[in-house]
């Protein structure tokens, strides 16, 4: 089963602000769409209510803590582990994680791709993206974005698993 990131980050690592994104960039948003329908979208809780539902056209699997959490459309587990078997069970050959910080740190060892939207600018935030690896991730493609804010959207390939 492939394992890919969907992310946007500001240029130090900022992913989350106050439980929301820290920027609005009008069309950023559809790349996140455009590689999460028809797939397995992996989301912790906390990411899962900052969106405030469940997104249409995916399979949503929201990880937490809380044992009698409950949404309705999508399924709850309690590791992501749990949301990995289960996508292979119903079926899916690629899971999308698509946030939270702990998700991404969680599962950075096992993705085999990263796409990433790097928002050419520094905002404040307590959430982040993890330091990738040395030498782990292979640059693939770069399109820069003109933008309300600028930013690139990147794509990298775990290079270690090939």
Same mark, same amino acid.
């Given at each position: !089963? ?6 946007? !980050?500001a ?10 994104? /820290?920027? &609005?960039? *009008? ?8 590689l999460? +329908? ?5 989301? #912790?809780?906390?990411? %899962?209510?900052?969106? =405030?539902?469940?997104? *249409? ?5 929201? +990880?937490?803590?809380?044992p009698?959490? %409950?949404? $309705?459309?999508?399924y +709850?587990? &309690?590791s992501?582990?749990? #949301?990995?078997?289960?996508? =292979?069970?119903?079926?899916? $050959? ?5 946030? =939270?910080?702990?998700?991404f ?12 939207s790097?928002? &050419?600018?520094?905002?404040?935030g307590?959430?982040?993206? /993890?330091?990738? *690896?040395?030498n !782990? ?12 804010? /600028? ?12």
């Amino acid at each position: !089963m492939e394992i890919a990131h969907v992310v946007a !980050m500001a240029e130090n690592r900022v992913i989350g602000k106050n439980g929301r994104m /820290p920027w &609005h960039i *009008p069309g950023e948003q559809k790349i996140f769409r455009n590689l999460t +329908v028809g797939k397995a979208l992996i989301l #912790g809780r906390k990411t %899962h209510e900052s969106i =405030g539902r469940v997104l *249409p056209d995916r399979t949503t699997i929201i +990880v937490t803590r809380q044992p009698d959490y %409950h949404v $309705d459309g999508a399924y +709850v587990v &309690h590791s992501v582990q749990e #949301g990995l078997d289960l996508a =292979g069970r119903l079926g899916f $050959d690629q899971v999308v994680i698509g946030g =939270g910080g702990e998700l991404f740190a969680q599962t950075l060892q096992a993705t085999d791709r990263i796409y990433l939207s790097v928002v &050419h600018a520094v905002f404040e935030g307590e959430t982040y993206y /993890p330091e990738l *690896p040395d030498n !782990m991730f292979a640059e693939i493609s770069r399109k820069e974005i003109d933008a309300s804010i /600028p930013y690139a959207f990147v794509e990298l390939e775990n290079v270690s698993k090939r």
